[in-house]
């Protein structure tokens, strides 16, 4: 819809019990703003990643003993509900990683490697977050070495912060073999969802969505979304650092090869070399950071416990709420975003600049006035002018009041720099 004067707000209330379950809000008096950075914890992760250090550490996998095979299949049961929680079909599509630029990477080397041959195109978004870009450019580098020369080639965004479909079906060619995109951008807060490009492309061509700003936000269905890859990151969703889940459908299983061959892997030797094993051992060699696999399981629990609807619903009013109150602002500009959309729109993630000051300033301003917030270019490789923007990402925690008191600041140096 078109918002006018009499369409009402969405609430923004949060439950009363959100912010009781980070501990690190309680007593802060800075507001935080920067969860498409990082979330805060909750206290059920941070209580389950100290019992596994102080009540029977144990690998998985391995031992025989009950601490061992107590942890084996508890990593089992959070492998299931994660697949439940992602919407994949089935536990062997679920491979636990070190976070999203570790999956990214698994799937430019586990299924790249092999599967693309000379003149091989790969679609990406040239503005997307650096670990969803220079992957491929690397891979192209790598494959150059032995002869096979591959083409990342950058696709557009529109105004809105979403891929722009039809810059992607006029660069599709007979060779183009992967499109991967941000499902919900990092820097504008548009979600692409590529719908508008199903039944027109050739089936065999496969997708690949970062869903690291998606994940614990907002529902992500990757077998809605036709993903053949989905990758996500726990910090961003209430999880532990260095964690990551990277989805590998069934139809790709057969066309991937060992990412990190060793202890634990699903691989055979034989006289060739090594024989590729099942799914999802195939991906994880080694110890996994079993605390923060425990700690995931506990994050989806509290997601779950808000309703992942009701994050959506929350953040999208706290997005609309704040791009109503900074529109006014003289010299501000948004970046793409929810703020140039058609229709009422906001996934918890606003950008924009501010003249007179420059974002690091701005930044600097906003943090000794107590708004944490993140400022310079977020990791995108195409901004090269060095001027960034002021980035401002929202959870379940944060309240409609700090969004307004956040407007009133961002106001008020506005009319000091101007």
């Given at each position: 819809?078109?918002?006018?004067d ?24 800075e507001?935080?703003l ?76 586990s ?8 003149g ?9 977050h ?10 192209r ?40 995109t941000?499902?919900?951008h ?18 065999a ?35 532990a ?11 790709v ?32 060699g ?5 605390p923060?696999?425990?700690?995931l ?74 708004f944490?917030?993140?400022t ?43």
């Open positions: 819809m078109t918002r006018t009499e369409t009402p707000r969405p609430s923004a209330t949060p439950p009363v019990a959100a912010r009781a379950l980070f501990p690190a809000l309680a007593c802060a008096t507001v935080y920067d969860s498409a950075a990082t979330t805060q914890k909750p206290l059920p992760v941070i209580e389950t990643i100290q019992r596994y250090h102080s009540n029977g550490t144990a690998n998985v996998g391995r031992g025989t003993y009950p601490w061992a095979t107590g942890l084996t299949a508890r990593i089992a049961r959070i492998r299931e509900r994660t697949a439940a929680f992602i919407g994949a079909e089935h536990p062997d599509e679920v491979v636990f990683t070190a976070g999203a630029t570790a999956a990214l990477n698994a799937v430019a080397l299924w790249g490697l092999t599967a693309l041959a000379d091989d195109e790969i679609l990406y978004n040239a503005s997307d650096a670990s969803n870009v220079y992957p491929w450019q690397h891979l580098g790598l494959l150059a070495r032995f002869g096979r020369r591959i083409h990342p080639i950058p696709y557009r965004t529109t105004a809105a912060g979403e891929a722009d479909t039809d810059d992607i079906l006029a660069k599709i060619t007979p060779r183009t073999r992967l499109i991967t941000g499902h919900l990092h820097v504008f807060g548009g979600l692409s969802t590529l719908e508008e490009l199903r039944g027109r492309i050739d089936p061509i496969l997708l690949c969505f970062d869903c690291s700003q998606s994940g614990g936000h907002l529902p992500v269905d990757v077998t809605a979304l036709g993903a053949d890859f989905a990758i996500f990151a726990a910090h961003k969703m209430f999880g650092p260095g964690t990551g889940i990277l989805y590998c459908h069934r139809r299983h057969d066309r991937l090869v060992p990412f990190l061959p060793g202890g634990n892997s699903g691989i055979a030797t034989d006289p060739g070399g090594l024989r590729p094993g099942p799914m999802p051992a195939l991906l994880e080694g110890t996994p950071d079993i923060g696999i425990l700690a399981g506990s994050a989806l629990e509290v997601l779950e416990s808000f309703g992942m609807d009701v994050i959506a619903a929350h953040n999208r009013a706290l997005t609309l709420r704040l791009i109503d109150g900074l529109r006014p602002i003289p010299g501000l500009e948004f970046l793409p975003g929810p703020a140039h959309a058609a229709c009422e729109v906001g996934y918890g993630i606003v950008s924009f600049t501010l003249d007179g000051i420059s974002a690091t300033d701005a930044g600097f301003v906003l943090s000794e006035l107590g944490l917030v993140r310079g270019a977020h990791c995108v490789p195409a901004d090269t002018d060095g001027a960034g923007s002021v980035r401002v990402s929202t959870h379940i925690y944060n309240t409609p009041d700090e969004i307004d008191r956040f407007v009133a600041c961002v106001r008020t140096i506005a009319e000091e720099v101007t």
